[in-house]
């Protein structure tokens, strides 16, 4: 009987389409993209950090050739004239075994910063530059000269210590914990004492700090609502 038969169900094949793409992912196409993006900033982050760490090599070679090149490079207490230096002094040092003790640090740090975010780590690098420079031309004692990447890493220290808790996000809170258990002797650092520059560590340090905190607090935005 006509009236018996089922009519056919109509079948909208964009309304199809759009579902199978957005409702129904396939989780293969979907996560192997990401994997590669992941994959290819890690890459990114491991030359530009390894290009910079040849790069103070370079530098220490051509100082070491030059030693008078200590006394323009290096960074000079209150005198107007060494302010420049802040942005050089870090990238030089004074013999090949204080280079050998900051080249492992410098490429770890920067790499765990620099895979996250290219944002993050100029930001965070600038930062700490010139938050250890400033310290040390503000703080150290007359006639010395402080050259030297312990200023970077003690900020990239504390920046990667300090985001993982303010973030709140696992991946980062992991790297928080890994660097406090790989580096955390490197406190001890910011107390008086030593050959070293205290007053680089401390600026840096508390530098890093300040970047981690600014950008999650630049990340939050005001929320609407209606009253």
């Known amino acids: 009987h006509p009236s018996s038969v089922a009519r056919p ?24 993209p990401i994997r590669l993006r992941e994959r290819s900033q890690l890459g990114q982050a491991a030359i530009v ?19 008078g090149l200590y006394g323009l490079v290096g960074i000079r ?20 075994g204080h280079l050998l003790s900051n080249t492992v640090p410098f ?50 220290f504390g920046f990667l210590a300090l985001r993982g808790f303010l973030t709140k996000d696992r991946i980062q809170i992991t790297i928080s914990v890994m660097v406090l258990l790989l580096y955390g002797g490197m406190l001890f650092g910011v107390l008086p004492g030593g050959d070293y520059s205290w007053q680089g560590h401390l600026g840096g340090l508390l530098s890093g ?11 939050r935005r005001p929320q609407l609502s209606a009253t």
């Open 107 to 156: 490429f770890v740090l920067g790499l765990f910063i620099l895979a996250s975010s290219w944002r993050e780590w100029w930001i965070a690098t600038v930062t700490v530059v010139l938050g250890s420079g400033l310290t040390v031309w503000l703080l150290s004692p007359p006639w010395t000269l402080t050259v030297g990447a312990s200023g970077i890493i003690f900020g990239w």
């Open 9 to 32: 169900t109509e079948i909208d094949f964009g309304r199809l389409d759009a579902v199978s793409h957005h409702s129904l992912p396939q989780p293969n196409q979907r996560r192997r």
């Open 49 to 67: 950090n390894a290009t910079l760490v040849v790069a103070m090599w370079c530098i220490q070679f051509v100082v070491t050739l030059m030693p």
């Open 77 to 96: 207490p209150r005198e107007l004239g060494s302010l420049w230096t802040i942005l050089i002094a870090p990238f030089v040092h004074l013999g090949w």
């Open 209 to 219: 700090l300040g970047a981690a905190w600014y950008l999650q607090h630049n990340h």
